[in-house]
């Protein structure tokens, strides 16, 4: 597609419960880029993937986060037991790296997710 | 410990007057400064960046300025418009490719 998608854009659930979060970068996209967004406060980096790998997942708050990029494209993000402080907004960017130069983010529209 | 810091959470400008919106910075290891403006429910659009090597860039009616040894940036916008009414972020890298964002400064633009 044109621009970075991410599913669901809303999405409510129950603590204690499992969530996945998913991106769909920009084609040719290389790196593809978690942030989580807390009301009030600017975008907070989890995790970077360059292809199939995760390049630097150390903004993962803990062991309950996880994300994946099989195939490098599609991204999943995922929550185990889910507590209420993961009430947040998760971006998803992507990126063209070439030649070690990034040619500037794109942003998805972002998940809200609510834990209630 | 925050890396990027924006002190001023909102600022309300006139329509046709310059808005200023300030970035401080303490990670003298940055090389790389964004700004992204966020309108509700939409995710982050880059508006404009400046390297470390320089201390201006201007694209349009948008001028951001880095002073390296204040650790400070701005964002300047003249004249200022009322669809410019958004978040803005200020953000920076560091030779990999994640960014620290500040906190946004919401601007308001009165007819």
């Known amino acids: 597609g044109a621009g970075v998608s991410q599913t669901p854009s809303n999405k409510v659930t129950e603590k204690g419960k499992y969530v996945e979060l998913r991106c769909d970068p920009i084609?040719?996209?290389?790196?593809l880029y978690w942030y989580r967004q807390s009301l009030g406060q600017g975008p907070e980096f989890l995790i970077y993937?360059?292809?199939?790998?995760?390049?630097?997942d150390s903004g993962l708050p803990n062991d309950r986060f996880f994300a994946v990029r099989p195939e490098g494209s599609v991204s999943t993000l995922k929550i185990q037991r889910t507590e209420r402080g993961d009430s947040a907004v998760y971006l998803c960017?992507?990126?063209?790296?070439?030649?070690?130069?990034?040619?500037?983010?794109?942003f998805g529209s972002g998940t809200r997710l609510t834990v209630v | 410990d925050q890396q990027v810091k924006q002190n001023s959470p909102s600022l309300s400008v006139q329509e046709g007057r310059i808005s200023i919106l300030n970035c401080d910075y303490t990670?003298?290891?940055?090389?790389?400064f964004l700004w992204y403006k966020k309108y509700p429910a939409e995710g982050p659009t880059f508006l404009i960046s400046?390297?470390?090597?320089?201390d201006k860039n201007e694209d349009g009616r948008f001028t951001v300025f880095l002073n390296k040894s204040a650790k400070h940036l701005s964002l300047h916008i003249v004249p200022s418009q009322p669809g410019d009414s958004a978040v803005y972020f200020c953000?920076?890298?560091?030779?990999?490719?994640?960014?620290?964002f500040g906190g946004g400064t919401r601007l308001m633009v009165k007819p």
């Open positions: 990670n003298s290891m940055f090389d790389y």
């Open positions: 400046i390297s470390s090597i320089k």
């Open positions: 953000a920076a890298r560091e030779a990999g490719n994640m960014l620290t």
């Open positions: 084609s040719g996209h290389t790196a």
């Open positions: 993937f360059q292809g199939t790998g995760a390049a630097d």
């Open positions: 960017a992507s990126s063209l790296l070439k030649n070690g130069f990034n040619y500037g983010y794109t």
